[in-house]
Every structure is written in structure tokens, then in C-alpha cells.
């Protein structure tokens, strides 16, 4: 495709329960970006991956939270044990390495009851 | 350590009046920044970016943004608000150099009165 893509759009899911997100970034992009955006607040940083280099976790909240991606392919976001402040928009963007512009994905948001 | 400071979460402005939008940042090595303009139910979209070149960046859409090193301020302006720009606007912040992943503010979401 042309952009970013993420799915699901939406996802309600219990308290409890493990989530999994996905993100196909644009092809050729080597560098990927997860990105959370709680209600009312800005984006924060979570993990960022940059060919087959190790990935930059820094920004990852907790060990609930863990990421893979396959070569510079699809990224996956896994969210463990998922509790209610975990609700947010997870944004995916890419780029052509890092430095260049990011192109964002249109999110998935996550409602954790 | 990278940060951003949008003042005023919500501004409105009539049709055809100026819209500014206020963005300062903090930087320990100089910065990249950047605009992302998010419209109702749509991801982000890059309006303009400051990479040390000219420091009067021209953008989509009629926006512009001056990089003040002096006042550590990156503001967004546009000489005529549309009812179109009405969406919310995040400046960003990141390093020259490493992974360039991106410290937001927390937005200024701008409404055009008609």
C-alpha cells in the first residue's frame, strides 16, 4: 500500500487479557516507530527499530509491553496482561532510515474495560 | 534531554484572522523539529520541519514556522485561518543524529469560528 497501515482500528478488550497490534510500514522504510497517544496528551515514544539492529525499548512503560519486528517488515505490539490505563491510541510510523520524515499509520485504539 | 512545550491546549480564531501557535522546546544538541497536524479521526500528517537549514520553513497548506534559537521557540503561524485547518497541531523534537524517534507536545487543538 501506499502508507502506513494498522490494524485493528479498534480494540475493546477485559482487563487482564494480552493484546497484539499490528503495523505494515511502507516498504523500503528500514526504520519503525511505536508511538502512544493517551486522551488529552501528546504522543509518547515507546520503541523503535532500525534495520536488523537491536531495537531502541526505552521508552517501553513496563514488561507488559514488548515488540517484534520480522527483517524491515510488519512490526508487532504486544501488550500483556492489559490493564485499564493501557487505553490509548498506538500509533506505528516509518521511515526511510532514521533521520528522515515519519509517516504515521492512523492508530489502533485500544479500550481496556 | 529532548522536550516540548506547546502552550495553550485549545485555540480559536476567527476566519481569515492569523493563527499562531506556540511551541518551545529543549534540547541538550541541536534539534530537528517538526509540525504534525492530526484532522478529526486521521493519523498524523507533517506540515513542516526545521533540519538546520533556513530557519524560515514553509509548509503545507499556507503554514510556516521560524526556528529562534535564541528564544528556543519553533511557532507555527498562517496569515488566514481557513475552516479547514481545523484540527489539532503537535510540535515535535528530536536529535540530529541516533534513532530520531520523536519527544511530542501534548497539542493545541485549533478551532476556526466562521
Known amino acids: 500500500g501506499a502508507g502506513v497501515s494498522q490494524s485493528p482500528s479498534n480494540k475493546v478488550t477485559e482487563k487482564g487479557k494480552d493484546v497484539e497490534l499490528r503495523c505494515d510500514p511502507i516498504?523500503?522504510?528500514?526504520?519503525l516507530y511505536w508511538y502512544r497517544q493517551r486522551l488529552g496528551q501528546g504522543l509518547e515514544f515507546l520503541i523503535y527499530?532500525?534495520?536488523?539492529?537491536?531495537?531502541?525499548k526505552s521508552g517501553l512503560p513496563s514488561d507488559r509491553f514488548s515488540a517484534e519486528r520480522t527483517g524491515e517488515s510488519v512490526s508487532t505490539l504486544t501488550i500483556q496482561r492489559t490493564q485499564q490505563e493501557d487505553s490509548a491510541v498506538y500509533l506505528c510510523a516509518s521511515s526511510r532510515r532514521a533521520g528522515h520524515e515519519q509517516f504515521f499509520g492512523p492508530g489502533t485504539r485500544l479500550t481496556v474495560l | 534531554a529532548q522536550s516540548v512545550t506547546q502552550l495553550g491546549s485549545h485555540v480559536s480564531v476567527s476566519e481569515g484572522a492569523l493563527v499562531l501557535l506556540r511551541c518551545n522546546y529543549s534540547s541538550s544538541v541541536p534539534p530537528y523539529l517538526f509540525w504534525y497536524v492530526q484532522y478529526p479521526n486521521q493519523g498524523l500528517q507533517l506540515l513542516l520541519k526545521y533540519t538546520s537549514a533556513a530557519t524560515l520553513v514553509k509548509g503545507i497548506n499556507g503554514f510556516e514556522a521560524e526556528f529562534k534559537k535564541s528564544e528556543t521557540s519553533f511557532h507555527l503561524t498562517k496569515p488566514s485561518a481557513h475552516m479547514s485547518d481545523a484540527a489539532e497541531y503537535f510540535c515535535?523534537?528530536?536529535?540530529?543524529?541516533?534513532?530520531?524517534?520523536?519527544?511530542f507536545g501534548t497539542g493545541t487543538r485549533l478551532t476556526v469560528i466562521p
Open positions: 516498504s523500503g522504510h528500514t526504520a
Open positions: 515535535a523534537v528530536s536529535l540530529q543524529t541516533g534513532a530520531n524517534n520523536l519527544f
Open positions: 527499530f532500525q534495520g536488523n539492529s537491536a531495537p531502541d
